[in-house]
Structure formats: C-alpha cells, structure tokens
C-alpha cells in the first residue's frame, strides 16, 4: 500500500511479480497508477481508493480489503 500527495491509495498483492516491494530507494509513480485501476471490479486485486471526505474513508477501505480476501466482521 502506498499513500501520495494526491490522496489515492494505491493497494496490491505483497507477492505481486508486476509491482514493487517495500522499501525501494524509488518508485515509478505514473506506473504505479496505471497498474492500480480507480475503483475497479470488486475482485481486481490492484486497485486504487482516494481519501477524499465526506463520509470518511474507513469504512470504504474496509469494505474494499474485506471483498477481495474474502473476510467478513461478526
């Protein structure tokens, strides 16, 4: 998971082939965010969510982790 300046948050497989590990000394934004579609089908697993109010962005990264692996809170 990377946050930016521009308040998108870009989510992936940590064993992703196609994308970066932690802790590399740069990174390719504008690949980052053409690999990371905007919203995309629930079942996508690169996906980008921005963090732009109203209604907080909590809950809508929780429900977008939660559909792709396949989690439910009881």
């Not at 998108?8 to 690999?35: I, V």
């Not at 732009?52 to 809950?59: D, E, H, K, S, Y």
Request: net charge positive.
């Amino acid at each position: 998971m990377e946050m930016n300046k521009t308040g998108s948050t870009l989510f992936w497989a940590a064993a992703d082939p196609m994308m970066p590990g932690f802790y590399q000394s740069e990174y390719n934004r504008s690949a980052l965010l053409e690999r990371c579609p905007s919203g995309g089908p629930a079942r996508t697993e690169r996906f980008r969510l921005t963090h732009v109010p109203p209604g907080g962005w909590q809950p809508k990264y929780r429900k977008a982790i939660q559909d792709r692996a396949n989690l439910s809170l009881s």
